[in-house]
C-alpha cells in the first residue's frame, strides 16, 4: 500500500512539474564551435542568422572547412532576419551582433562599441508574423594579424524584448591565409649564360686597315718633302 502510495505522488509530481511549465517555452539549442551549446527561450521571437558564400554570391547558414572561404582584406556580408512568430504585438526589440575576431565592422544599422565588438539597435515594434530583414557588412583584418593557414570563426547574435521573448542564432565562416613556402636550400640561383662569341668592341678591321694605310701614306709624303 506505501508502495502504491510513494509511486502515485512521484506520478504526480512528475504530472504538475510538466504542466507548470509555460505552455509557449521552445527551446532552441544550438552547438557552439569548438564544443557546447547554446540554448535559449524563444516563444514569441525568432533570429535567423546567415553569411554570404563568396563563391556562389548566396547567403547561407555555416560555412565549413570545406566549403568556399574568405581570404584577408575581402568583405563580408552578414543578413539577419527577425520574426514575430507569437500571436501578439512585440515592442522595443534589441538586437545585439557580436562581430567575430579577425572581422573588422564595416557598415550596418544602429551602433557599433569596438571595445566588445557588438553592433546595438532596436527594432520599435514588430506585428504578428512580420518579418524584418537587416545586412552587415564586415571586413577580414589583413594577411599581418591573421594566422597562417584556415581559421574558422562564429559570428553571435541575439534578439530580446523582455524576459521571456529572447533568441539567438550563430554562422560561421573560414578564413584562409596562405602560407609561402620558401625551398630548404633557398631559391634556386641560375648560372650566369656562357659566351661562346666575342662580340664587337670598336671598328671593324677593314675600317682599321685602311686608316693605317692612309697614316702611313702621309707620313711618307712628309718625309719627301722634308728631303
Known sequence: MKMLLSHSFLLFVLFIGYFARPAFADISCQP???????CIVSPNISINKEVLNPKTNKMVENLSVN???????????????????GKSVIKNIDVKDIFPQYITFSTGPGKFDK???????????????????FVLVGRVVPTDKLPQGVVC????????SNAEDQAS???QLCIENKVVEVP??????????????????????????V?????????????????
Open 211 to 227: 686608316l693605317a694605310a692612309v697614316g702611313l701614306l702621309g707620313y711618307g709624303l712628309k718625309l719627301i718633302n722634308f728631303k
Open 153 to 160: 570563426i562564429v559570428n553571435r547574435v541575439v534578439v530580446s
Open 184 to 209: 630548404e636550400k633557398g631559391f634556386p640561383v641560375f648560372p650566369a649564360p656562357t659566351i661562346t662569341e666575342t662580340p664587337p668592341t670598336g671598328a671593324t678591321a677593314i675600317p682599321l686597315i
Open 67 to 85: 566549403d568556399p572561404k574568405y581570404h584577408p582584406e575581402w568583405i563580408v556580408n552578414f543578413k539577419l532576419t527577425v520574426t514575430n512568430t
Open 32 to 38: 557552439i564551435y569548438g564544443g557546447g551549446e547554446t
Open 115 to 133: 571595445e566588445t565588438k557588438t553592433l546595438s539597435f532596436k527594432i520599435e515594434s514588430l506585428e504578428p508574423n512580420e518579418i524584418r530583414t
Open 169 to 171: 542564432d550563430n554562422t
